[in-house]
C-alpha cells in the first residue's frame, strides 16, 4: 500500500510540474522555463489540401488514431468513419454542425488527456462510487508521506496539499469537495477549462513573487526563467526577455505585472485552429452548401476525413475537385 501511494503521490508531482512548471522545477542556467498556455497545432503536417489530407486526417482523428486508419481498407475506413459521425453528431438531429465538429477536434486533439484521467481515477476512486473526494485524492496521495514522523523528501508537502485542495475546490463548481470525472479533469489539466483560469494565475503569481507583495517585477520574471550562477554574461534571450517585459508584459508601465498582465501572459488569447478546421471540412463536404453536414456527406468525402491503405492520392483529388 505503501509503495502504491509513493508511485500515485510521484505522478501527480510530475503531472503538477509538466503542466504549471511550478517553482519544484530546476532549470539549467542557459534553459528558458515556458509557462505560457498555448492552443496546441492539430498536426505537424503542412495544411495543404493540393498535396495531401494528412493535416486533416491529425486534426479531425488526432496523429495516433490517423495512422492506424492509414493502415485500414477503404471500406473499414467509411465503416470506422460512419461510427465516429453518429459520436459527433451531440444533439442527433441527423446533421453535424461546425460546432459540433470543433468539438470532436478539440476532443480528438485532447484524448491524451483523458487517457490520463482515467488511468489516475482509478487510483483515487477508492470506494468506486464513481466520485472522488477529497479526503480519498488526500489519502491516496500525501497519506504516507504526511503520517511519516521525519519525510526525507525536501518538499514541503503540507503545503503543496493546501494548495491541492484550493485548487480541488476550484474545479468543485458546486463546492461539495466531491468531484465528478468532469471535475477531476478540470483538477488535474486547469488550463484546460476557462473557469480555472484564475487559480492557475494565481499559483504562477505565487511560484514566481518572491517578495510575496502580489506582483511580478522585472527581476522575479526573469529569476524564474533564468539562474545566473555567478555569471556575469546573459545569454541573448535572457536580453530579449527583458525586453519583452518592459515593452509588452508590463502594459501600464509600472515596473511589475498585476494578475490580469500575468494572465495575458501565460493564458494568451489564440487563434482556435479547431474551429477553423471545422470550418475547413464542413466546407470542403457540404454538397448542397446548407451549412451543415449528413453522414452520408462526410463518408462521400471519407479521404478528406481519414486515410486508408488503399486510398490512391491522385484518385482523391479527382472526386475533391468534383464536388
Request: hydrophobic share 30%.
Amino acid at each position: 500500500m505503501k509503495e502504491t501511494n509513493l508511485i500515485v503521490m510521484d505522478l501527480r508531482q510530475f503531472l503538477m510540474c509538466l503542466s504549471l512548471c511550478t517553482a519544484f522545477a530546476l532549470s539549467k542556467p542557459t534553459e528558458k522555463k515556458d509557462r505560457v498556455h498555448h492552443e496546441p497545432q492539430l498536426s505537424d503536417k503542412v495544411h495543404n489540401d493540393a498535396q495531401s489530407f494528412d493535416y486533416d486526417h491529425d486534426a479531425f482523428l488526432g496523429a495516433e488514431e490517423a495512422k492506424t486508419f492509414d493502415q485500414l481498407t477503404p471500406e473499414e475506413s467509411k465503416e470506422r468513419l460512419g461510427k465516429i459521425v453518429s459520436k459527433i453528431d451531440g444533439d442527433k438531429d441527423g446533421f453535424v454542425t461546425v460546432d459540433e465538429l470543433k468539438d470532436w477536434i478539440k476532443f480528438a486533439q485532447k484524448r491524451w488527456i483523458y487517457e490520463d484521467v482515467e488511468q489516475q481515477w482509478k487510483g483515487h476512486d477508492l470506494n468506486e462510487d464513481g466520485l472522488v473526494s477529497w479526503e480519498e485524492y488526500k489519502n491516496a496521495t500525501y497519506g504516507y508521506v504526511l503520517d511519516d514522523p521525519d519525510p526525507v523528501d525536501e518538499f514541503n508537502y503540507q503545503q503543496v496539499m493546501v494548495r491541492d485542495k484550493r485548487r480541488f475546490q476550484m474545479a468543485n463548481k458546486d463546492g461539495d469537495l466531491i468531484a465528478t470525472k468532469e471535475e477531476f479533469t478540470a483538477f488535474l489539466h486547469p488550463e484546460e477549462y476557462d473557469y480555472m483560469k484564475d487559480v492557475i494565475v494565481q499559483e504562477t503569481m505565487e511560484d514566481i513573487d518572491k517578495n510575496s507583495d502580489g506582483f511580478i517585477d522585472l527581476e522575479e520574471y526573469i529569476g524564474d526563467m533564468y539562474s545566473h550562477n555567478g555569471k556575469a554574461d546573459e545569454p541573448e534571450w535572457v536580453k530579449t526577455e527583458r525586453e519583452q517585459f518592459v515593452e509588452f508584459r508590463d502594459k501600464n508601465h509600472d515596473g511589475k505585472m498585476d494578475k490580469e498582465e500575468t494572465k495575458d501572459w501565460i493564458l494568451p488569447s489564440d487563434y482556435d485552429h479547431a474551429e477553423a478546421e471545422a470550418r475547413h471540412l464542413v466546407y470542403e463536404s457540404d454538397q448542397n452548401k446548407d451549412g451543415k453536414l449528413t453522414k452520408e456527406e462526410i463518408v462521400d468525402k471519407y479521404d478528406l476525413f481519414v486515410g486508408s491503405q488503399a486510398t490512391d492520392f491522385g484518385e482523391a483529388l479527382v472526386r475533391h475537385d468534383e464536388f
